[in-house]
């Protein structure tokens, strides 16, 4: 399963909306009936943070400026108010179906 | 929290092996999966392979399938990942990673070792 992020880069004014798209090459809805797309924040020098899960699961310390939305195919992680903190590579990441696989990543940065 | 703590860096000559090491303290080791990614310089991640230690069998990604073996010691709550054949392309931070989430979540990655800087140069 390819997964397609758009836009590569995104110039965010602090205090303003982001988006990042997800598509997906083929459903992520699982036989059990879930849909098993993440996203995940890194930041320069560090591991991946997993934030959402499940499309719009945010896992537990996650602030609520972060959610995500979408299904089938096509997904979005939206940044309600972008944050200095919150620059970095975002990437999707589905676990429907093996092999995993993770999205190229759209770097988010501040203008 | 689960703390995962790989070994450290280390340089390979082409053609050779490494085994990366990723130990866990907290939480429960058997029951949950754990991950390998990897990321070369400058590039994105990708997803090498996972294992369930309770189920000791582990998926891998085609494109590693005859390269990577990775195995869970639950005795000493300890995760292996060994690449072979060791190439330039192979240059790259490699990350364990451990669900926690129930059920199938339990595959997404939700803790990540330090990750091991693997710099294969003759």
């Known amino acids: 399963i390819v997964l397609t992020q758009t836009p590569l880069s995104s110039p965010v004014t602090l205090g303003q909306p982001a988006s990042i798209s997800c598509r997906s090459s083929?459903?992520?809805?699982?036989?059990?009936?879930?849909?098993?797309l993440s996203w995940f924040h890194q930041r320069p020098g560090q591991p991946p943070r997993l934030l959402i899960y499940?499309?719009?699961n945010r896992l537990s310390g996650v602030p609520d400026r972060f959610s995500g939305s979408g299904a089938g195919t096509d997904f979005t992680l939206k940044i309600s108010r972008v944050e200095a903190e919150d620059v970095g590579v975002y990437y999707c990441?589905?676990?429907?179906?093996?092999?995993?696989?993770f999205g190229g990543g759209t770097k988010v940065e501040i203008k | 929290q689960v703390q995962l703590v790989q070994s450290g860096a280390e340089v390979k000559k082409p053609g050779s092996s490494v085994r990366v090491s990723c130990k866990a303290s907290?939480?429960?080791?058997?029951?949950?999966?754990i991950i390998w990614v990897r990321q070369a310089p400058g590039q994105g991640l990708e997803w090498m392979a996972g294992?369930?230690?309770?189920?000791?069998?582990?998926n891998y990604a085609q494109k590693f399938q005859d390269r990577v073996t990775i195995i869970a010691d639950e005795s000493t709550s300890t995760a292996y990942m060994e690449l072979t054949g060791l190439r330039s392309e192979d240059t790259a931070i490699y990350y364990c990673?451990?669900?926690?989430?129930?059920?199938?979540?339990?595959?997404?990655?939700?803790?990540w070792g330090q990750g091991t800087l693997i710099i294969v140069s003759s």
């Open positions: 990441m589905q676990i429907t179906q093996f092999p995993l696989t």
């Open positions: 083929q459903s992520l809805v699982h036989s059990d009936g879930n849909t098993y």
């Open positions: 499940k499309i719009s």
């Open positions: 907290g939480g429960t080791f058997s029951s949950n999966a």
């Open positions: 294992i369930i230690p309770i189920f000791g069998s582990a």
């Open positions: 990673a451990r669900g926690v989430l129930p059920g199938w979540s339990g595959y997404d990655p939700a803790d």
